[in-house]
């Protein structure tokens, strides 16, 4: 193959709270035309010429979610690769688990592509002759980044000093007097982040400097798991070996001091979406400066953005602000500290508050829960199950569960019986009983639990048996 894109998706995406969330982080955010930034990059590399597989690097737990967001996009003939990391560990060790892993698949002369999952790139034309001339220039053995054209002088990217196509310097984020320095001079680029190399140079490279870090990753690819179904190929890293693997980013551990580093320079319209200003910049202005995304009425409010999907919001006589409000949070920042998000994320983490880490609905590789309402010891969720799926076989020590379909029909395993339940129907699942929710039908099966007992916590589950393998 000409070239393998290697999408890299996860983090928090803290600086966009209360929207992104640890188990909804920042690629699956949806834009104004439904697509997420995850299905956005994925369109992207597919699309590129001559490109038949993609793999994609993410955290386990959203395995689930990014094959549901893939197959809303999916374009035939192109297949896909999920390598499953049990922790994050930064960019140098997610490139160095890959690069083993094709090298030793497809042959160490393969070019990889190496995309972020949650950056927007708006000239896709612009993009696909940036990466051919990488491709180039990465068999004749370089590793090459891509420098973004600079139009502002932005004190949150990291700026890569270039002689044509020849990496002079790498520098971290500059203060505001030195990144006009650097934009005046004309010889600065913003680092985008994205790479382009042969899996065998990337691994001479980490083997010349950082040899720790690719003896842990080929130690990790030989102790993982590989299985290749029908659709994707999945790739289990080993959750012991891979956190043996060190924590750096590739930048750090290569590209500061490899003496191949080179550089293409481009402008395709590449944003990092690092704020919710940047993202409310993508909205249209109207004669007063404000964009809207959502159910929304203004009277004398000047340069705001405010986005409300679940319920409408009114404003009077603001100016400079972002508000964003979510059915579980709602945030309010002036226009200029919207960096400063990512501290109200922090404080959340830090008090263990369910809002950094959780929506109120949660998607799931059968269906989706929302939490309506919860009290002392009770919760009530809206349970939806796709057709023909399943929750494991599981039972839960402290609480006990009620079930009301509204719709469909499901089939139930409660302790030894086995029974269909309609419309219109309830059951009780007491604690301690073995349990399990099927849709045995064509369309969605909806209902209503209640929990009631002493404890409600989502950790309270032990799972006997799953068909999507999380026992």
């Not at 002079?168 to 985008?192: C, D, H, I, M």
């Not at 060190?246 to 979406?273: Q, R």
């Not at 100016?319 to 709602?330: F, G, K, Q």
């Not at 029974?419 to 209503?448: C, Q, W």
């Amino acid at each position: 193959m000409s070239l393998i894109p290697i999408i890299l998706s996860g983090g928090a995406g803290s600086r966009l709270w209360p929207v992104s969330r640890e188990h909804h982080p920042k690629p699956f955010i949806r834009l104004a035309d439904g697509q997420s930034l995850l299905q956005k990059a994925y369109l992207r590399a597919a699309g590129l010429p001559e490109v038949e597989h993609v793999i994609t690097v993410t955290n386990r737990e959203l395995f689930f979610k990014t094959v549901d967001e893939y197959r809303e996009v999916g374009i035939d003939g192109v297949r896909t690769s999920f390598l499953l990391e049990p922790a994050g560990r930064n960019t140098a060790a997610a490139i160095a688990v890959t690069a083993r892993y094709v090298a030793d698949t497809f042959g160490e002369d393969q070019v990889l592509l190496v995309l972020t999952a949650d950056h927007l790139i708006a000239d896709q034309s612009a993009f696909a002759e940036a990466v051919a001339r990488a491709e180039a220039l990465s068999r004749d053995g370089k590793i090459v980044t891509f420098g973004i054209q600079p139009d502002s002088p932005e004190t949150g990217f990291g700026y890569i000093e270039a002689d044509g196509t020849k990496v002079v310097r790498f520098v971290e984020k500059p203060t505001l007097e030195k990144a006009q320095e650097y934009l005046a001079s004309g010889r600065f680029l913003w680092n985008s982040g994205m790479f382009c190399f042969t899996a065998g140079s990337i691994l001479r490279e980490l083997n010349e400097h950082r040899p720790d870090i690719l003896a842990a990753a080929t130690e990790c690819m030989e102790q993982s798991h590989v299985a290749a179904g029908p659709e994707w190929t999945q790739i289990d890293l080993d959750s012991i070996a891979f956190r043996a693997v060190p924590d750096e980013s590739l930048d750090y551990a290569v590209m500061e001091k490899c003496t191949s580093a080179s550089v293409v320079p481009c402008n395709i319209g590449w944003s990092d979406i690092g704020s919710w200003k940047a993202l409310g910049d993508l909205q249209e202005a109207d004669a007063h400066g404000n964009r809207i995304d959502g159910d929304v009425v203004m009277y004398d409010v000047t340069n705001c953005f405010v986005m409300s999907h679940e319920r409408l919001i009114g404003a009077v006589g603001v100016e400079n602000l972002v508000v964003v409000d979510t059915p579980d949070a709602l945030l309010i920042a002036h226009k200029d500290r919207t960096q400063d998000v990512k501290h109200i994320y922090g404080e959340l983490k830090k008090r263990g508050h369910d809002t950094y880490k959780l929506h109120r609905t949660v998607r799931r590789p059968w269906g989706t829960y929302t939490v309506l309402e919860e009290g002392p010891r009770f919760k009530i969720k809206r349970i939806e199950v796709k057709p023909g799926a399943s929750l494991s076989l599981q039972m839960h020590h402290h609480r006990s569960e009620h079930w009301i379909v509204v719709r469909g029909t499901a089939k139930v395993v409660n302790g030894e019986k086995s029974f269909l339940v309609a419309t219109d129907e309830s059951t009780y699942i007491p604690a301690g009983h073995k349990h399990r929710l099927e849709n045995p039908g064509v369309v969605d099966l909806i209902m209503i639990e209640v929990q009631s007992g002493d404890y409600l916590g989502e950790d309270d589950i032990v799972r006997f048996e799953d068909v999507y393998g999380r026992v």
